[in-house]
């Protein structure tokens, strides 16, 4: 009986949040259109309750419940406190959106609440099957999420090709689970890492399982050559979705990283990072040459995002506690910068319009100073620019990468990221030295400015006192 108490207080945050979404799914049914504002409202106070719960029972030493399948540690709270704060931004950020476009329906923060669960339960997962179980109820939650606007063809093709895609990796991700519990009779990460520490690279069947494992994790992150999905996929999917899916879900794609590739096989460290090597070669050089040829900023920004993924696979291949927490540092400062760079996309947008060409970005400056600078702020921290947060962040990572020795792929980075640099400031481009092509009035809801102004910020006053929040990595995966 006390083992079973002990782990209902393991797994209250997700009890809760389950709960919550429970009741929002019955409420919404009852809920008249002029009333949709409560299903809105419900859910901010679940993603801010489980929040506070998290943090308030957070800390003190690794907890194992479940039969050893859900594991409780500081990473565990810190990316679920950064996920639900993350997700309750993109609601925010999201609400206008679907109002002018009358997609305001309790499905998005439904759907959006259970892909905050799945993301807590990946994160939390102590065994290859609760891992596999979290990162199906988040793929099955952001399917739907693509395909939320039923009118619109782009979307429907956009989810049909990301479900097509990630079937195909969850997939080989079940392979290579299933030929490591194979290999080692367990389907526990510790007792899948006591049995590679004690086999190595002798084992051929664990070396492919690893392989199917690199393939799982590169498909999530979206790294080169498995990013098939993430530029049809941002550019076709409603622009609120689209916030949601590049931001929150890269918490909860590091955390399978890490519980795959280092708690799980960290023992064959050699073979994987000469994987991720070239995986982040890739996804540096692609997304980076690609994104300069884009005229749509969501399709810019998705291979941004690519790009981005390069580098934070550097963090990850190190494989030192430096590197990890440099990754993982990385990791939530660019969450912050891409969730504000779509909330400047969704801000602009207005009925009938969605200001994602790069030319609704020229003259910013004259039609709304504030706004445009807040845009500079996250395009300059993006580029790594110092002395904002982005510019420590990779800096810290190629750090990480030189103190191993790989000096080569450091040089390589930072030629990727200086070609990078030229799609961010042609937005600052575009939006100071442009005349505007529209004078229309820029309108957003008084408490949507407030959160785009602090996200903006954040980036600089970050960048100026950053040594907290490394800290705070550090010892979350100390």
């Known amino acids: 009986m006390s083992a079973t108490l002990n782990d209902l207080a393991l797994v209250a945050p997700e009890a809760l949040l389950l709960s919550l979404g429970c009741f929002l ?64 931004a993109g609601f925010l950020y999201a609400r206008d959106y679907l109002q002018v476009r009358g997609l305001f329906r309790g499905e998005f923060f439904v759907l959006g609440l259970f892909a905050a669960l799945g993301m807590m339960v990946l994160v939390s997962a102590a065994s290859l099957l609760t891992l596999y179980l979290g990162l199906e109820l988040l793929s099955l939650s952001l399917y739907a999420l693509v395909a939320f606007d039923r009118e619109s063809r782009t979307a429907s093709e956009a989810a049909m090709k990301y479900f097509v895609l990630g079937a195909l990796a969850s997939g080989m991700l079940l392979y290579g689970i299933s030929m490591l519990y194979g290999a080692t009779g367990s389907l526990s990460i510790a007792q899948v890492a006591a049995a590679v520490a004690g086999r190595g690279t002798d084992d051929l069947v664990l070396v492919f399982g690893v392989v199917f494992l690199v393939v799982g994790v590169g498909f999530k992150l979206g790294a080169v050559p498995f990013h098939m999905w993430i530029p049809d996929v941002y550019h076709g999917a409603p622009t609120a979705v689209t916030l949601f899916i590049g931001s929150a879900p890269k918490l909860a794609a590091f955390a399978m990283a890490m519980r795959l590739l280092v708690d799980g096989v960290g023992g064959l460290h050699g073979d994987w990072q000469q994987m991720l090597v070239v995986l982040s070669v890739l996804s540096m050089g692609l997304g980076n040459l690609l994104a300069i040829a884009q005229s749509n900023i969501k399709r810019m920004l998705a291979y941004s995002t690519i790009a981005n993924v390069g580098f934070l696979l550097l963090g990850i291949l190190a494989g030192t506690p430096e590197g990890y927490s440099a990754a993982l540092f990385y990791t939530i400062t660019y969450v912050i910068m891409v969730s504000g760079a779509f909330g400047v996309v969704i801000y602009l947008s ?102 785009l102004s602090a996200n903006g910020l954040l980036v600089a006053v970050l960048g100026i006192v950053p040594g907290w929040l490394l800290a705070l990595c550090a010892a979350a995966l100390s």
Do not use: C
């Open 25 to 88: 799914l019955l409420l919404d049914v009852y809920l008249p259109d002029e009333r949709r504002h409560y299903s809105y409202r419900v859910a901010q106070g679940a993603l801010l309750v489980t929040a506070l719960l998290v943090w308030t029972t957070a800390g003190g030493e690794p907890q194992t419940g479940l039969y050893g399948n859900y594991l409780r540690d500081p990473l565990a709270d810190l990316l679920k406190v950064a996920l639900l704060l993350v997700t309750a």
């Open 350 to 451: 207005r009925a009938g319009f969605e200001s994602d060409a790069l030319d609704d970005f020229k003259g910013l400056n004259q039609r709304s100073p504030w706004i445009a600078f807040l845009m500079l702020l996250l395009m300059f921290s993006t580029a790594g620019v110092p002395p904002l947060v982005g510019f420590y962040a990779k800096l810290w990572v190629l750090k990480a990468v030189v103190d191993v020795g790989l000096v080569w792929l450091a040089v390589v980075a930072v030629m990727f990221s200086i070609i990078g640099a030229f799609y961010y400031l042609r937005i600052i481009k575009l939006m100071y030295f442009d005349e505007p092509e529209s004078q229309e009035p820029i309108a957003g809801s008084l408490d949507t400015r407030v959160l």
